[in-house]
């Protein structure tokens, strides 16, 4: 890339000012717009924002469609919400703006076979406008779909894979915390659950990738949430849980061919979990066993993801894209 690419962050939330703070180290980048509806960030300059002590010349905006026709931008950086119902409306006008979206909105990572009215609509009119839709992040979008699926390209054949994900969020961010339902009763977490409102999202959209990147084709797919309970008092950064409370989230999620499972993904996320770490079991010849010690790191991670697949998703063709559809992407490193 000789000049520098013209990119737009959609959202500002703490992933979203990961992904910025990312971006402004990147001199192939030029962050040229920034939008977020919080009244409070409305107004202030990006670098304040991610208080670096100096303005970079971009301030927070509040309405998309202004920054968008202004921008001219190659690139949007999208990460406002996780279901694809609310950000519908987000991504339409990145793609009707002439811009590339890369987004971190869980259900956007694989939505052909939970959403696929939407994923159409989407695919459609990202073609029509020539540019491309990618759905990524950590997870999902590497540890429990495309880092296996990359793993089998040493195997003559693949009949089943299991991928365990377990990760300490005593220090994420208070939005995580409170989506995995920390500090909650366990009455309270099970209605929660019950009602859509907390919980992991995109680990069924995992489920079908891996059945499809894989060759094992599903005929169902289900997933489990249950609490996990405190032992014992504990505190973080922004709350505490007391013993007998829930400490955060235990999500299975299936894929069934049959009667058997053949797509297992087991993931964890609470406050005071030990031993963090990602493991990836396939079986089949050869079996392959993969370990993370101390696991992926979610949040750098996830902007990591985002920023270095620019360059892969901007050369992939039109449409709504996932990451078996773009080249092997790798660390962005300015020449």
């Known amino acids: ?19 910025a703070r ?102 459609d009119k990202a073609r029509v ?27 003559h054949r693949v009949e089943s894979v299991e991928v365990t994900r377990i990760l300490n969020a005593s220090t994420r961010r208070l939005p995580l915390q409170e989506k995995i339902g920390a500090g909650m009763t366990v ?29 094992i084709g599903i005929d169902r797919s289900e997933q489990v949430v249950e609490p996990v309970v405190a032992e014992r008092d504990l505190k973080t950064q922004y709350l505490t849980v007391k013993k007998g409370e829930v400490a955060g989230i235990r999500n299975i999620g299936r894929g069934i061919k049959g009667r058997d499972t053949i797509v297992l993904l087991h993931l964890e996320m609470y406050v005071g979990a030990k031993n963090s770490v990602d493991k990836v079991s396939i079986k089949g010849s050869p079996n392959m066993n993969f370990i993370v010690e101390g696991g992926t790191p979610g949040d750098p991670a996830t902007a990591a993801m985002v920023v270095n697949s620019i360059p892969r998703v901007i050369e992939s063709r ?10 092997l992407p790798s660390i962005l490193i300015d020449r």
């Open 1 to 19: 890339m000789d000049e520098a690419l013209r990119v737009v962050q959609f959202g500002l939330g703490p992933i979203g000012c990961e992904i």
């Open 22 to 123: 990312l971006v402004l180290q990147k001199k192939s980048l030029r962050l040229v717009g920034g939008i977020d509806i919080d009244p409070e960030k409305r107004g202030k300059d990006i670098g304040r924002l991610l208080e670096l002590e100096r303005n970079v010349g971009v301030v927070v905006e509040e309405d998309a469609s202004r920054v968008l026709s202004r921008a001219d931008a190659e690139v949007v950086l999208h990460s406002t919400s996780s279901s694809l119902t609310s950000v519908k409306d987000q991504i339409m006008s990145c793609i009707e703006a002439g811009a590339n979206v890369i987004s971190t909105t869980e259900e956007l990572a694989y939505p052909f076979s939970r959403s696929p009215e939407l994923a159409k609509l989407i695919d």
């Open 129 to 155: 406008q020539g540019v491309s839709v990618l759905g990524t992040g950590v997870n999902p979008g590497f540890v429990m779909d495309t880092l296996p699926i990359f793993l089998s390209t040493v195997c």
């Open 187 to 215: 009455e309270q977490f099970k209605r929660d659950v019950q009602e859509g409102r907390l919980g992991h999202v995109g680990l069924l959209e995992s489920v079908a990738m891996l059945s499809s990147g894989l060759g």
């Open 318 to 327: 039109p449409g709504l894209l996932s990451m078996m559809d773009i080249r």
